[in-house]
């Protein structure tokens, strides 16, 4: 009987590199022979670890270098692989004559027992898109709980799906690797390696060429491509940063009227979380305490982290308000800077700054490794804003615009142009999924969105809620007035109800309508916003006031929906005259198919039910259709010098045109 002989260092490393390409190769093996040096022990654990980590981005048959074509094409030959094994299964089942007498519950069963196998023979169990997947396992899209069991089975016979499950895993664990192997630092690729700043902007060349052949033409006869209605939104990085500012400035109104405090609070993981350190003599290099952790796992830490002291701060009744933004140190780890306003004096009667400190440090600092060297000083910054020196904005606008754009921030904190550094911000936002920017109580932006899209015409007379009309009203602003949008912002604010309000107690809505259609993976499409709605009290009075002159009216609860001006729209791709005439023939035969205008006035009536009230008490439903007719958005004029509700001259003068498409 033989006895293998023990490989030494070099054809083991070999060995376990030799099914990746070249590139890599060269690139494990050196890292690994710098850390041997220091390390046998650790240098050898470290290259199984990122062995291990490329092993789970070929999982698919993907090589840790592939470009897009070869995703797309390994998505499509896996889609095609389950749909023919489960044509395989249903036959056989068929064959057996027992599908009718077991029924199509179990067949769907077993479809989905044949799947699951399947993505456990190929290491991918957590891909899994339906209920009762892996615990932990992080949704590709929608939540795992609104996925159905047919829906799931659908998905994993969609290349689309697949490109999609992919396309996340190839660059997660591609990018985990290079971080471990050092390719991630100010030295290296700032915030992201140059391959995931390189696959990003490939993206975004696809997606931008994509939008440009396709052209929307809405029933009022306007025609734009996908790319052209995209820059009108919030996809425009420029519409998107004003925004922001538009709702941190409105928050500053609100704190300096109601006499509140404000910090800035940075947030940063534990050493654990970090490749690299800085050494005193500003050097870079490997963390020794560094566990593997992703930037995926930070920003889950911080989240859980924040989870926590939120609901402590309830507790004391602190109340505070503001954002949160989530950026990437050098290595990419991430951190958070957060802007927060509050009383002075909590609920109970306690100094908020105080238990601000005592909450952030007790689950920031205090709650995991807070001897560690450098913990007392770096995990947990408090800085009060002082507004004799300046408004909150000027805090926090180098923050939202170097993760957004780099607008006017000139050079960023390791020398770099601020616009090259925010498109590597991009990219690392868009392997890790990371949410950049949130928002921090108050009410929400959806329902603001939707009131800009309500033609002002629409709420003519005093018999409509006042909440709503506070807050049309305040999206009527005259755009000469100083802080014009900060302003709207703040009166949204004061008639949502205030900063504390909860959600299930917004006086204003989004009017949502269920289509009933059926999405791609046969699961019913969620509601859509139609337009908004709000409740309000009307006051009255009867046949009692005749005999009681003085006895004060009577009121009734009015609930009011108000359309928004959408449009309709169909899409075409090819040449713009072919895709115009297109969809002019399909609006036309719409109208030709209509069912014709009743002929008596009393059938058009906007109200609500016909039937007289059952008493005069009852509520009362009212609802407003859409015009039919856009809002024009004038663009403000140019003012003095300065900051015009918390937005500089330059970025006022960048407020976006409202125009009929974007109200589509």
Known sequence: MGYALPLS??????????????????????????????????????????????????????????????????????????????????????????????????????????????????????????????????????????????????????ARWWRRAYRKLHARTVEACAIGIGLVSRQAGLYASDESVRRRSAQNLRNAASLESVIAVNDHGQDYTLAELAAKGTANKSIRRVELLTRIAGFELIAKDCGHIGFMVTMTCPSRFHKKTTRADGRVVDNPRFDGSTPDQAQRYLSKAWSRARAAADRRGLGWYGFRIAEPQHDGTPHWHCLLFMPQMTLKCLDSAEVLRWVVRKYFLWADSPDEPGAAKHRVDFEAIDWSKGSAVGYVIKYVSKNIDGHGVGLDLFGNDAITSSQRVEAWASTWRTRQFQQIGGPPVG??????????????????????????????????????????????????????????????????????????????????????????????????????????????????????????????????????????????????????????????????????????????????????RFRVWERPEREGNGMVGGITKEMKNERPHRTPAQAG
Not at 82 to 109: K, N, T
């Open 9 to 158: 260092d070099a054809e083991w490393s070999a060995g376990l590199v030799e099914s990746f390409p070249l590139s890599w190769q060269e690139r494990l093996i050196g890292v690994w022979q710098r850390e041997k040096k220091a390390d046998r022990r650790a240098g050898n654990l470290g290259l199984l670890q990122r062995v291990n980590q490329l092993a789970d981005a070929g999982k698919g048959g993907i090589r840790p270098d592939a470009d897009d074509g070869e995703i797309c094409r390994q998505a499509e030959i896996t889609a095609r692989d389950m749909e023919s094994r489960l044509m395989d299964m249903r036959a056989v089942w068929i064959g057996r004559a027992r599908s009718e007498a077991e029924g199509p519950e179990f067949m769907e069963a077993m479809a989905a027992l044949l799947c699951r196998g399947l993505l456990d023979e190929r290491g991918l169990a957590d891909l899994w898109p339906g209920p009762g997947g892996v615990a932990g396992a992080e949704p590709l899209r929608l939540p795992k709980s609104k996925v159905t069991r047919a829906g799931a089975i659908k998905r994993l016979q969609c």
């Open 447 to 628: 329902v603001w969105r939707e009131l800009r899209r309500v033609h002002p015409d629409n709420m003519a007379g005093e018999d409509a809620p006042e909440p709503l009309r506070e807050a049309l009203s305040a999206m009527n602003i005259a755009k000469v007035e100083p802080g014009a949008q900060a302003l709207a912002w703040k009166r949204y604010t004061a008639a949502q109800g205030g900063v504390g309000t909860r959600r299930a107690d917004l006086r204003i809505q989004l009017d949502k309508e269920q289509t009933g259609e059926c999405g791609r993976y046969g699961e019913v499409m969620p509601a859509r916003p139609v337009g908004v709605r709000a409740c309000g009290w009307q006051y009255f009075r009867n046949h009692i006031h005749q005999m009681l002159p003085n006895h004060p009216p009577f009121k009734r609860p009015v609930f009011q929906s108000v359309e928004s001006e959408r449009a309709q729209w169909v899409v075409g791709q090819g040449d713009r005259a072919t895709a115009i005439a297109s969809a002019l023939r399909v609006f036309e035969a719409q109208r030709s198919g209509a069912a014709a205008q009743p002929r008596i006035h009393v059938n058009n009536c906007t109200g609500g039910s016909m039937d007289p009230p059952a008493s005069m008490f009852a509520p009362v439903h009212r609802h407003r259709p859409k015009l039919r």
